[in-house]
């Protein structure tokens, strides 16, 4: 088997971080992609290329590593305004913020893999998605597009791409979104009253996914839901 080298947007922290770990401790190359060269990042465990693209802009060139194969994880959320509750005012803005996440969430991983695979065919790929891609809440609607729009680019490049396998990974929630350690049990045990196993998921659920995602030679244009069958209630 070749050397493969793995690209990582987003590797910086959080899940982006913990999937380019993963694939250290594999003794693999890792392509660990941030915004830019003046975000902060801390020291990986091993040895990566850098490699900085802030993704609301064109996409300047590529790394100079020959990558097999690309982890989406890199994502733009952003709350916005419930289209009921939409003013003339507000039009403009929820416009722009649109535009910003289908850039950032479809339009920009798009190009990345498609200038990707023409330089070389990779081996696959595996976007981040959201478990809540196809379900619509008040305020989320750029974001909930963008994902619904990437779950429609994971199938599609799936057929353009093969032999390459392409999937996604959806997750469930996996890192609380408050500080306050009360308020975070709480809201982790809301959580966890809604899904099938009964807890909250892990970062390590996740990359657990990418990883076998990544490595499945025979599954593509697949999304496989990490959310604790949170939606199976």
Sequence with gaps: MTQRTTLVTGASRRIG????????????????HRRSATSECAPF???????????TQPLPGLPAAQVTDVVLNASLFERGYAWGALGAAEVG?????????????????????VRLHAQH??????????TYLDRSFAGHAAYQVSRAAGAGMVRALAAELAPACVNAVAPGTVLPS????????????????????????????????????????????????????RFKL
Excluded: F, K
Excluded at 45 to 55: L, N, Q, T, Y
Excluded at 97 to 102: A, V
Excluded at 183 to 207: K, N, P, W
């Design 17 to 32: 971080r913990a999937i380019a770990e993963a694939c250290l401790a594999r003794g693999e190359t890792v392509v660990a």
């Design 45 to 55: 465990s091993a040895p990566v290329i850098d490699w900085c693209w802030d993704m």
């Design 93 to 113: 803005d929820e416009r722009e913020r649109l535009e910003r996440h289908l850039r950032v969430n479809l339009l920009a991983p798009w190009e990345l893999v």
């Design 121 to 130: 065919p990779l081996r696959s790929v595996v976007m981040l998605l959201d």
């Design 178 to 229: 408050v500080r306050d350690p009360a308020e975070r049990a709480e809201q982790e045990e809301a959580i966890a009253a809604r899904t099938v196993l009964g807890r909250m998921g892990s970062v390590d659920d996740v990359v657990q996914a990418v990883l076998y995602l990544r490595d499945a030679a025979y599954i593509t244009g697949e999304i496989l839901r990490v959310d604790g069958g």
